[in-house]
């Protein structure tokens, strides 16, 4: 189109409706079909527009979430570590450290729901169900105080939400409030009577250090290794289907763990090896001081010892950093510790 | 094999050991040899051997006397690598091009590798014809080049209640500035044929975090470009391979990698990274949102607490860099005492709109302390503030935006430091 249509066509545009055509003419790219554009097209807006239809109560919430969620979140959405608050903190904004969560800062729920459902959990995104994305909203309104234990929220119940502090923004004011204070020309000579440093970054000492300062990583015990490679060297091949079963278990376990040849330690440690593997063991990972106390008592992870911590890690090591409710199935025991024997050092 | 006979020291505490040292006792004029120096006196074995042949590297790296000019990331900043940022060594660089193997990386979900026929960009929402796009048919639209800074709107955000961490690195290195090739937003919008009824377009990226933002049309009409090269060659995966949005002047966040959708829509999304975050909180707790203009800055990068004095007095090469969200650079002023007086500092070439500008200012260092800062001025007239200057009107709070004035305490001993003055 040309320069001269281009103008015509914004004018006649502008005094129509719904107008259409600001169309380019190089013919490239092809209609989008409307199956893509509906993979694609998820965000939610404010006002509920793209939600699906779907539903979820709290108390389902508070299960997929303690699952899901709760390893980096917390087990009440306080948050882990470093690791994103999502409950609490209302009526902190003013303060030195305002505390900036889903109920204290976040104005709008749809945000809430739409980041869930296509970012959530941290490493296994776009893995939830709908239903899901709605319990797991309707516990983080919960923990916030926003709903009673008996909220189910859904796609109609949606708007009748109200966030503390939707009210809370306002659109970027600089213009106003900073732009014609920080015009003009400027001070060059005698600006200020004295100078004196107030505050040196070297008092405070954040700053990181080079390689050379690094602490170096714990040895791993040479008895260890040797346990290793013994029970490596025992254990027959496992059933392929009982490792692919495995690896369907390991999605809950994947946003913290990595197996593989790229394996990272991560929330967790990587796994490869860990069958049969001395506890706490891998190079720069963290362990928590219980588990430590039991590497040094020299617990092995033996399939039986992981089948006795997996069904219940809390139990199993009181203390342990490892935020998981554990696997309640005993066919999903056997199938992860199957799929995890499969990933050697 | 030949072995340097002196090799830098590559990492920061031994680079500032040494700086102390050759800073100490040394002449404010060139002195007279005392003995003929054997680097000239005597063969080396580069002037005598040979040196690498052409098959050697493919495509290379800096020369390994340069391995500490690196991206550093600060650890305590983020629960995980994954989901975080590091830091351009802009106290280490000159010009204004940043090379995009050490330009700041910031991704939310990691770095992923989408090759370019896997890739898809879409475009749906208030369009005549929602239309999806291969690699190949964005390289047959019309193209441009352009250079742009990037700067991530936590740049700086370290410092609000003080100084805090100890080189240019960390407390700027959240930007950087490169050549861009692409298609201008615009031209794709009007292959789609855009709905007047569109006041906004939404755009998303192909990784796990599906980082969105919500852009008005006035500005994706304007300036932005769909981009697949930087620097002449191809995005590198951690600056968005295969293609990525350039959104001039506006917080880097905007700046989607993997872009995958372009959704025109009459209202904002107010996805999670414009709402929880990218938000500024202020004073009296509330936030300030759709900030999205980089306000003018600068910094002096050598100087500085990683770049210190290795000489004594007398020349002195003060070397900086200053930016501006909304427009060009027109003058910087630096000031050796902390404020109390300036002069103004030569710019390297004629500022661009929404690149860096580098600025130098020639002394003749007489060996005392200095508290070194500069202060940029863009075409709007727009002069940048001191650090109070922005407490006064935003608080302590805000995390974003921070382009306050920067002071470096430069010791007699040429070592600097991150230091706040009143």
Known sequence: ?345 | MTESSSPKPTTRRAFLRGAAAAGVGAAATSAAAATPDPLITEVQPWAQGFGDPVDETPYGLPIRFESDVIRRNVEWLTADTISSINFTPIHALDGTITPQGCAFERHHSGAIELAKEDYRLMINGLVDTPLVFTYADLERFPRENHVYFCECAANSGMEWAGAQLNGAQFTHGMIHNMEYTGVPLRTLLQEAGYQTAGKWVYVEGADASSNGRSIPMEKALDDVLVAFKANGEALRKEHGYPVRLVVPGWEGNMWIKWLRRIEVSDAPVESREETSKYTDVLEDGTARKWTWAMDAKSVITSPSPQSPITHGPGPLVISGLAWSGRGVITRVDVSTDGGKSWQTARLAKPGEKMALSRFYLDIDWDGSEMLLQARAMDDTGYVQPTKNQLREVRGLNSIYHNNGIQTWWVRTTGEAENVEVS
């Open chain 1, 1 to 345: 189109m040309s320069k001269y249509l281009e103008t015509a066509a914004l004018l006649a545009a502008t005094c129509l409706i719904s107008a259409p055509a600001l169309a380019g003419d190089f013919g490239l790219g092809r209609p989008a079909l409307p199956e893509e554009i509906a993979a694609w097209n998820l965000d939610v807006r404010p006002d509920g527009t793209g939600l699906p239809a779907g539903s979820g109560d709290v108390a389902t919430g508070e299960a997929i979430f303690a699952e899901r969620c709760a390893s980096c979140h917390g087990d009440f959405a306080e948050g882990v570590g470093n690791w994103p608050k999502l409950a609490g903190g209302e009526g902190t904004l003013a303060d030195p450290d305002p505390v900036k969560t889903v109920g204290s800062y976040w104005p709008y729920l749809s945000t809430t729901w739409d980041y869930i459902n296509r970012s959530m959990p941290f490493g296994d995104a776009q893995s939830l169900e709908a239903d899901e994305v709605y319990a797991i909203t309707a516990y983080i309104l919960y923990s916030n105080y926003l709903v009673d234990d008996d909220f189910v929220l859904s796609n109609e119940t949606f708007g009748d939400v109200q966030m503390p502090n939707a009210d809370g923004f306002i659109i970027d004011d600089r213009a106003e409030t900073e732009y014609p204070k920080f015009t003009g020309e400027p001070c060059m000579q005698d600006c200020k009577d004295e100078v004196k440093i107030t505050m040196r970054a070297r008092v405070l000492d954040v700053t990181p250090q080079t390689e050379e300062d690094a602490a170096t990583a714990e040895p791993v015990e040479e008895a260890a290794e040797a346990v290793v490679q013994e029970v490596a060297e025992a254990a027959p091949a496992p059933d392929p289907e009982l490792v692919a079963q495995g690896e369907k278990v390991f999605r809950k376990c994947k946003a913290c763990h990595q197996v593989g040849e790229k394996a990272k330690n991560r929330v967790g440690p990587h796994l490869n090896g860990i069958v049969g593997r001395a506890a706490g063991s891998v190079d720069g990972f963290r362990y928590s001081t219980p588990l430590l106390k039991r590497a040094e008592q020299g617990l092995v992870w033996t399939p039986e010892e992981l089948t006795a911590f997996l069904a219940s890690p809390k139990k199993y090591l009181k203390g342990t950093k490892m935020s998981f409710n554990g696997l309640r199935k005993d066919a999903d025991l056997e199938a992860i510790n199957a799929y995890l024997s499969t990933f050697t050092e």
